[in-house]
Every structure is written in C-alpha cells, then in structure tokens.
C-alpha cells in the first residue's frame, strides 16, 4: 500500500466516525456543559488515536521498506560503481599496455630507420667513393691513350701501349713531342688524386668494410699506378735543353717535383710497398 493510500484510508476513518457521530448525535444541541466535553473527547481520542497510531505505524513501516529498498538500490548502484572502477581499471591497465606496446613498436621502427638509413647512407658513400675512383683511373687512361709520341714503327703511338707492351718509343723534340711530356704530367697530377682518393676515409665513414675496400682499390690499382711512377721516373733522366726556348730548366725542375711528389704520395698511402715492389727499369725509352 503505498503512502497516498494510507492517507487517504485515514481521512475517510476520521470523516466515517465523525459522519457517524453527527448522524447519531443530530438531534441534541451543543452543550455549553464543559463537562459534557469530556466523552466527547474520549469518544474521538477512543476512537481516532489506534486509527491514527495504525496508520503512523504503517507510514513508518511503510518508510523502513521503502529505506531498506533505497539502502539496497544504493548498495548495488555501489557494487555497480565497484564494477565500473575495476572494469575502468582494467581497461586503463590494458589501454597502457597498448600504449606502451605502441611505444615500443614505434622505436622499434625508429631504430629500423634509423639503421637502414645508416646503411642506405653507407652505401651511398661507398658508390660514391668507387665512383670517384673509376672517374680518376678513366681520366689518367684517356692521357695515357693520347697518340702524342713516336712508335718503333715511327706512328704515332701513346704512353698506354707503352706500359702495356713495353714497345719502345722516341720523344722526338724535332716533332715538337714536348706536348707529351705535359701529357704525363697531367697523368701525374690525376694520378697523385687517385692515390688520395683510395685512401680517403672520409668516403667511407661508417662503413665497416672501409678497410677492406681500400685494401682492394689499393691492391687493385697499385701496379698500374707504380708501373705510371715508373715510367715518370725514367722520363725524370730527360733534360729537354733543345727547342724549348730558354724554359727548358723551369720545366725540368718541375717535372722533376711533380715526380718526387707522386713517389712520396704512393709511399705515404701505402698503395703498395714501394721500395718492395719498384724493379729496374727494363723497358726502352729513347730521347732525340
């Protein structure tokens, strides 16, 4: 039953009684007696007190249940909240996980980048230092291949086929051969970069062939390039005192520098043990 109920059964008691009371009672005056008052008040109290008294006992009862109702509403909101907080919890708990699984994740490929771009740039400067190289050596062989001096046949013929084939050759001064002289010069000067250049490091920073790769161009290029200091070497006993028109001696003193430099350059960056390898000079050379 709930409280509107009770009210109302309540009101319609008290009115009942009084309704009764007055049906009853309709034909007798109101006394002026105060002592008349007394059962009348005893009647109403008699009657209306255990009406009222039920009805406060069955609001409180009703109050109780509706409390111990609201007590166990609240106690299951509690668990609920209970729930939710270590469900909000767990949740938390695995959302860090991700997160820090993320983060790992996100190094990891960080560090991948980072090391690929590390390979990518050591690759990078390996090609370019191989380049550099190959640009070197195929400049010193065009020189080399230039047709500017005398054959035993008497054509014209190059340094190149001279280092190859031992064939003798003439710098003939009368035909103006001075040029090939300037020839293997500039052979000599590119010559002294290739040195510096296989042994350039800097190329190769990072890589952990470094050494391996300069060991081999050394190795590669060494005879080839002893074989051309050789050859400016015996070039060195020539003093071209004729038709240069009083230049002769400047010319010869820096010839003769540029080809100290070029030996000291291939002893410096060990590119082979000179002194080792270097052999008498058995090939022909003729000056006229």
């Excluded at 039953?1 to 109302?8: N, P, Q, V, Y």
């Excluded at 106690?75 to 993320?102: C, D, H, P, Y």
């Excluded at 296989?198 to 952990?208: E, K, Q, R």
Aim: charged share 25%.
């Amino acid at each position: 039953m709930t409280t509107k109920r009770i009210l109302a059964s309540l009101t319609l008691l008290v009115l009942s009684v009084i309704g009764f009371y007055l049906w009853h009672f309709k034909g007798h005056p109101i006394s002026p007696n105060p002592s008349d008052w007394g059962p009348f008040g005893d009647f109403f109290g008699g009657i209306l007190n255990p009406i009222i008294a039920g009805a406060g006992l069955l609001l409180l009862l009703r109050t109780i249940t509706q409390n111990e109702k609201a007590l166990i509403q609240a106690k299951e909101m509690i668990e609920q909240g209970n729930t939710v907080i270590k469900q909000n919890a767990e949740e938390l708990k695995s959302t860090r996980e991700e997160v820090k699984q993320a983060r790992e994740a996100q190094q990891q490929l960080a560090n991948i980048e980072s090391i690929n771009l590390k390979v990518k740039n050591t690759h990078t400067r390996q090609k370019h230092y191989e380049e550099i190289i190959s640009v070197k050596s195929e400049e010193i062989n065009a020189l080399l291949n230039m047709n500017v001096i005398c054959g035993a046949s008497e054509k014209k013929t190059s340094f190149s086929k001279y280092l190859r084939n031992y064939e003798p050759i003439t710098l003939d001064m009368a035909k103006n051969e001075v040029n090939a002289l300037y020839v293997i010069m500039q052979a000599i000067h590119k010559s002294i970069e290739l040195c510096i250049q296989i042994s350039n490091v800097d190329l190769l920073n990072g890589n952990p062939l470094k050494e391996d790769l300069i060991n081999i161009n050394k190795s590669k290029h060494g005879i080839f390039l002893i074989d051309i200091c050789d050859l400016a070497e015996t070039l060195n006993f020539y003093h071209p005192t004729k038709n240069m028109n009083g230049r002769a001696t400047e010319f010869d003193d820096n010839y003769k520098k540029l080809v100290h430099v070029f030996c000291n350059t291939i002893i410096k960056h060990k590119i082979r043990p000179y002194f080792d390898h270097k052999e008498s000079i058995t090939k022909s050379f003729e000056f006229t």
